[in-house]
């Protein structure tokens, strides 16, 4: 196809398809990586920078990011503009070692290139550009693309439509030049050879290049596609690699957002099937980028994955639950209708039932929690039973405390624990105690007011109460 041959030598072909392995070499110099996060997005309608819409629970900007670190980069830019506070606290979650470059005006993909190059100072080898509204793009393809010879590579596909695209004019084996759309005559527009943005450039030469760009043309912006013509002048060697249209799908409005979602949830539930995951309904189960399910594990109707689960093997979600950063062991069973939120870490054969929020706390093997219960910065040892309506008060309105329980402990229905506080091991604690004091191993604490009975005061009262009604 149209990549240059003079480097490498290695035929004609580079077209890319995802999970062809062959491909996948590791790029053979050090790698940085720029991700183009600056634009306002104003087709989504939205008051949240675009590239933090999530897909799969994950903002944007972190599916560009999971990408490139597949390249194992040295360093990472993420430029922002745009919601720049929002966007660098986000970029700073998602991937602490990157750095964030501020493009306060965007004038243009070029302008936005020349942001970050002060924070690639020193850095010898490839840079990969990525766009943060891009979230497709597979490791294979990033590999094939910062591994290719040339002085600049472009990622390119060949569009059903090609619409607004960039065009890539091929002449022979070599890359010519990228002509943005608004500037292309009838002829280029009729090429279907597109630009996905994506481009693969040894550091010195983009600093060269992007230092030399001007914005004379029908956007008055400075296109970083120029790179490729300017490299061209002056003798260097400029290739394409192709991949799949789908790789390169980039989000512009709420409706291609929902659409991404849907294709994305779409295979993240084939691969759950054909790993060996039993669901029961797929359409109605949704992932996250990371989740990890084993083989056997059953996974019920309308369960969703947030970012950061692990459910073992043979372990079974009932229908109607919510999982985000939390760990489910072979022979735990989840739900109906719970919430593991981050932290939550369920040993071997615990059992979490209905309308229960587990959140950082780990729970030993064997340990059940069968009803209506908050369990927050806990930890219960093995075989605890949980009763229903068991609270940790943990919060007491500026800071969290923590709730130790021992194992074979028994708490009784609506125990409140006032954090922090310790129930020992084989303790109990009785229904409707307000635990404020620790209670040692093999105690009972008891904290409720003593029940009084007045022999047939309810009948005296409801006799009343009907006479002065009338009946
Ligand atoms: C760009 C390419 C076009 C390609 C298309 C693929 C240029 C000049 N054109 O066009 O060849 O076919 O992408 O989708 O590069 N951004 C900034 N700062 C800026 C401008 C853009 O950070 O000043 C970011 C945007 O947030 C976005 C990305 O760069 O993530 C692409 O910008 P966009 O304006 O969408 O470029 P296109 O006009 O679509
Ligand atoms: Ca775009």
Redesign the pocket.
């Known amino acids: 196809m149209m990549a240059d041959e003079r480097g490498a030598g290695q035929g004609h072909s580079e077209q890319v398809a995802p999970g062809d392995s062959h491909v996948a070499a590791a790029p053979t110099q050090p790698v940085a990586l720029v991700v183009?996060?600056?634009?306002q997005?104003s087709r989504m309608l939205s008051d949240l920078p675009?590239v933090l819409h999530r897909l799969g629970g994950v903002p944007l900007v972190g599916h560009a990011l999971a990408a490139g670190r597949s390249l194992d980069p040295a360093r990472v830019v993420v430029?922002a503009?745009h919601g720049a506070e929002a966007v660098t606290k986000a970029v700073g979650k998602l991937d602490p070692e990157a750095q964030v470059a501020l493009?306060a005006e965007?004038?243009?993909?070029g302008?936005?290139v020349a942001q970050a190059l002060p924070l690639l100072e020193g850095f010898a080898g490839r840079v990969v550009v990525l766009?943060?509204?891009?979230p497709f793009i597979s490791a294979e393809t990033l590999a094939a693309l910062a591994a290719h010879p040339a002085d600049v590579v472009v990622l390119g596909f060949e569009a059903a439509d090609p619409g607004r695209?960039?065009r890539l004019i091929v002449k022979g084996d070599t890359l010519d030049r990228?002509v943005?759309f608004k500037d292309a005559d009838e002829a280029t527009r009729q090429v279907a050879l597109?630009?996905?943005?994506v481009m693969a450039v040894e550091a010195a030469l983009l600093a060269d290049l992007v230092g030399r760009l001007g914005n004379d043309n029908a956007a008055g912006?400075y296109?970083?596609?120029d790179i490729v013509g300017l490299a061209r002048a002056e003798g260097r060697t400029a290739a394409v690699v192709t991949c799949d249209e789908a790789e390169t799908l980039?989000i512009n409005t709420r409706v291609e957002l929902a659409a991404a979602e849907a294709a994305f949830q779409a295979r993240k539930r084939a691969e759950a099937v054909e790993a060996g995951v039993a669901l029961a309904d797929p359409a109605t189960v949704w992932f996250a980028p990371d989740t990890a399910i084993g083989r056997d594990a059953v996974i019920g109707q309308n369960v969703v994955f947030g970012p950061g689960v692990t459910v073992e093997s043979g372990a079974e979600i009932l229908p109607f639950c919510h999982l985000e950063g939390c760990h489910v062991s072979a022979g735990a069973t989840v739900g109906p209708f719970a919430r593991l939120r981050p932290g939550a870490e369920l040993s071997g054969d615990v059992h979490v039932g209905n309308f229960v929020e587990i959140k950082n706390s780990v729970l030993d093997a064997g340990v059940k929690v069968g009803h209506l219960t908050y369990l927050g910065d806990a930890h219960v040892g093995e075989r605890a039973n949980i009763g229903a309506g068991t609270v940790t008060c943990n919060y007491d309105g500026v800071g969290k405390h923590r709730t130790e329980i021992g194992a074979d402990a028994f708490i009784g229905s609506d125990t409140m624990l006032v954090a922090p506080v310790r129930v020992g091991a084989r303790a109990m604690t009785g229904s409707g105690s307000v635990i404020t004091a620790d209670v040692p191993d093999d105690a009972l604490g008891l904290g409720r007011a003593r029940q009084v009975t007045k022999p047939g005061l309810a009948a005296r009262i409801m006799q009343a109460l009907r006479a002065a009604k009338g009946r």
């Open positions: 183009l996060a600056a634009g997005g675009k430029v503009g493009q965007q004038l243009g993909t302008h936005a766009y943060g509204d891009t695209y960039g990228i943005e597109c630009n996905s943005g912006e296109y970083l596609t980039g």
